[in-house]
């Protein structure tokens, strides 16, 4: 059997001339590795140079784009002909246009997974075009070139790629439940939530679990989303709550006896202090108490809203430090708030806080004791900004 270039680059990078490894050594990042995976996008087939130089170099202040080319050029000639690859001119520049062929068979997956996408969108029949989307799914193996993602022409095709495997997914989804194999639906969503979180995947392989009978599974994809939810915070669009919502209306158990009810209804281990839920379901509590306000008349209740805010008094916005400040944050929540007490994380540095039963007067007691355990827990470095956004009065 003959040898081929093997190429992949959609979750990892690795090429390979039958069993030996080109391995690029120590210039796995370089821009002669990075010319070399350009080439393998399309093997075989022409790349303007002008468009190389925009790619390798649009967005770095380089004095001769154009001299830093050919050099990077000469550099892949000379790894390619010290590499495991027979002898073989595999550089073809001709009137702007360069080229990798050098007679060997090659292959690599982005081409492959780009050509099965081509062939979904031209073909009319149904059954044809799912399985075009069906060979995508398989050959779409995670973000393109994930160890370059701060280049801007890596960010560029990957955004593209996973446009197009959205694309397929979405219809290969559809056909299935057309068909009611929900089988399939379930592994197909699966994998598709794996590659990309919270992208509406959830809402798709929870509803196949409930059309299976596997309600267990379904109501633990449904507290794993919603516990992702509150990891990665931030403001959600409506279009993401309604989505949201969605898993949460399909989640229903089998019928059930008064004890079972009574057991899902309750927590599993009561904890102290304030009671932590995802932003939808703090929404539910808070707009609940104002149907009661409005029906029963005054109940007596605070909102607030914590923000953590950096050494110069503003609200911090270095991801990875709100993260570790914000654990601190809800363990003085957990520590100085009572169990009827609620909170969520709104944004990367702003959580939510209903304090029932309390009132206007007592706003600045419970400001101060959580920002005075929250100094303690941050070795007397960190502070948050704590506002008042409704004594029961005010929306």
Not at 142 to 152: K, M, R, T, V
Not at 231 to 252: M, P, Y
Request: with cysteine; aromatic share 12%.
């Amino acid at each position: 059997m003959a040898k081929k270039l093997l190429v992949k680059m959609l979750g990892r990078f690795s090429a390979c001339y039958g069993d030996e490894v080109l391995g690029f050594g120590r210039q796995r990042d370089s821009k002669f590795t990075q010319l070399f995976q350009i080439l393998m996008t399309r093997p075989g087939q022409g790349f303007d140079k002008g468009d190389i130089l925009e790619f390798l170099y649009g967005q770095e202040e380089v004095e001769d784009p154009n001299a830093s080319l050919n050099n990077t050029i000469f550099r892949l000639r000379k790894y390619l002909a010290a590499s495991p690859l027979p002898p073989g001119d595999y550089l073809t520049l001709s009137e702007g246009v360069l080229c990798f062929d050098g007679g060997i068979e090659t292959e690599s997956d982005v081409w492959n997974f780009e050509c099965a996408v081509r062939e979904f969108e031209k073909e009319q029949d149904r059954h044809k075009k799912a399985a075009a989307c069906q060979n995508a799914c398989i050959l779409y193996q995670g973000e393109f070139l994930p160890q370059l993602s701060n280049e801007q022409w890596v960010i560029e095709k990957s955004r593209n790629y996973g446009k197009m495997f959205s694309k397929v997914v979405n219809y290969l989804l559809h056909y299935l439940k057309e068909d009611g194999d929900y089988r399939s639906i379930e592994s197909v969503s699966a994998r598709a939530a794996e590659l990309y979180p919270y992208e509406g995947w959830e809402s798709w392989r929870v509803e196949s679990l409930i059309a299976l009978g596997r309600h267990r599974e379904a109501e633990k994809v449904y507290q794993e989303t919603a516990a992702y939810m509150q990891e990665i915070g931030g403001f959600l669009s409506k279009n993401q709550q309604a989505r949201f919502r969605r898993v949460g209306d399909w989640v229903r158990k089998p019928e059930g006896t008064v004890e079972d009810i009574g057991r899902c209804l309750m927590e599993q281990e009561a904890e102290e202090g304030a009671y932590s839920c995802t932003l939808p379901g703090f929404f539910d509590c808070f707009r609940m108490l104002k149907r009661t306000v409005a029906r029963e008349g005054p109940v007596c209740f605070i909102l607030f809203l914590c923000t953590i805010v950096d050494a110069g008094g503003c609200p911090a916005n270095d991801r990875e430090y709100c993260k570790k400040q914000g654990k601190k944050l809800c363990a003085s929540f957990k520590a100085h708030l009572r169990r009827g007490d609620v909170y969520a994380k709104y944004s990367e540095n702003q959580y939510l806080l209903l304090c029932i039963g309390a009132g206007k007067e007592n706003v600045p007691d419970i400001g101060m004791r959580i920002d005075t355990d929250y100094r303690k827990r941050c070795g007397g470095r960190g502070s948050i900004r704590y506002r008042l956004l409704d004594d029961g009065k005010m929306w």
